[in-house]
């Protein structure tokens, strides 16, 4: 028997070479190398039955994950081993909810969703469940940038202005600006209620729930974006760390690169989601600032969320929503959007992405 499995061995077909892209809508491409004395191959989708396909081959497949198992054959009929690949095909864009202007973030908060309007300067307040537009805020910003509903308020970034904005989400109005120089991006809470707000042109800013600025923090590089999370304060820098505050003190834990210019954070039970803009999704291990799993996506990493299990993440340049296993970075799904997704949240069963370009929001159903 050892004597029959070496010459087995020794007459088996090398495994073909097969390449694809990860995420492409149908009908998908496969590129194959043949090997040896291979001479043609067969094409399995998802287990069914092998048939000849050419080496630029093209399968018309139904939106989801796929797998395409490829063997080499040679002038005698025998069958190599099988090369496998996979290949997500995105479903088609659900039906937009416009909101106008250049919208940029998003925030959940009494039953309703706001959404900043980027250079239009307006606020926009939306019932997430009839979907429909019930307030506009016309906040004298010539560039909003996120906005963060908490302590009573509804918080906006004047990114053009460098203020903090308070608006009164009863009335309607801008009840108060703290100046804070720069240009304000990301804003979070902490238990305290106190505001942290990131600042692209570097530093860290601190107000009272009631408005009014506190102590700054010392802090070098420019801040993309803030997560309060189980482990403490963090922070994205357009540098590409993600740095670990005690936001207590105001003092610095440690850090870990993960890309350049960090995009957006979410917390999942099994750490820390990190997207990148050069294009990457990382996983990081909080207690020990190290990355867990590195995933390269197919362009700009943007907004990132976690549900149901995975992890939902904006690809800017492709208007793309991927899903991500939380666990184990695969894509399982993928999705279209409106041009240039950026920020998301999960409220409900419902994902909703920010389409910059579209000026629209994308809703993805979740779970």
């Known amino acids: 028997m050892p004597v029959l499995l070496a010459l087995l061995a020794a007459v088996a077909l090398p495994v073909p070479s097969v390449s694809a892209a990860g995420v492409q809508d149908s009908p998908a491409g496969i590129q194959i190398t043949l ?12 287990g069914g039955r092998s048939t000849g396909c050419v080496l ?4 018309r497949l139904a939106p989801g994950r796929h797998t395409i198992a490829v063997r080499g054959v040679d002038a005698r009929g ?9 290949v997500v095909v995105p479903e088609r864009a659900p039906a937009p909810v416009a909101v106008g202007g250049q919208p940029v973030g998003i925030a959940a908060g009494g039953g309703s969703l706001w959404v900043s309007g980027g250079s239009n300067g307006e606020l926009v307040r939306l019932d997430p469940s009839s979907r429909t537009v019930t307030a506009r805020v016309a906040t004298g910003s010539a560039q909003l ?8 308020a509804v918080w906006a970034g004047d990114f053009g ?17 703290v100046s804070l120089g720069g240009r304000p991006t990301a804003i979070a809470a902490a238990p305290t209620g106190d505001l942290w707000v990131g600042n692209l042109d570097g530093g860290l800013a601190r107000v009272s729930a009631a408005g009014t600025r506190l102590d700054p923090v010392s802090f070098q590089g420019g801040t993309s974006c803030l997560l309060f999370a189980a482990t ?41 989601w990190v997207t990148t ?21 197919p362009g700009r990493g943007s907004g990132v969320a976690y549900a149901d299990g995975g992890v939902y993440v904006s690809v800017y340049d492709r208007s793309l929503v991927l899903r991500l296993d939380a666990r184990t970075g695969a894509i399982t799904r993928a999705i279209h959007t409106g041009a240039q997704p950026r920020e998301s949240l999960v409220l409900g069963s419902t994902l909703w992405v920010v389409d910059q370009a579209a000026g629209a929001l994308t809703p993805i159903a979740v779970g």
């Open 35 to 46: 090997r040896g004395s291979e001479r043609r191959a067969l094409c399995a989708v998802d």
């Open 277 to 297: 803009f050069d294009g990457r999704a990382v996983l990081v291990d909080p207690a020990q600032r190290r990355i867990v799993r590195a995933v390269q996506l």
């Open 56 to 59: 630029r081959a093209r399968f």
């Open 161 to 177: 202005g460098g203020a903090l904005l308070r608006i009164d989400p009863a009335s309607g109005t801008v009840a108060g600006r």
């Open 145 to 152: 940038g996120s906005v963060f509903v908490g302590s009573g």
């Open 232 to 272: 403490g304060l963090w922070v994205g820098t357009q540098a590409g760390s993600l740095v670990q505050l005690d936001a207590a003190a105001g003092t610095t834990l440690g850090s870990v690169t993960v890309g350049t210019d960090v995009d957006a954070i979410a917390e999942t039970p099994g750490g820390l």
């Open 78 to 86: 025998r069958r190599s081993p099988a090369r496998t690949v996979a």
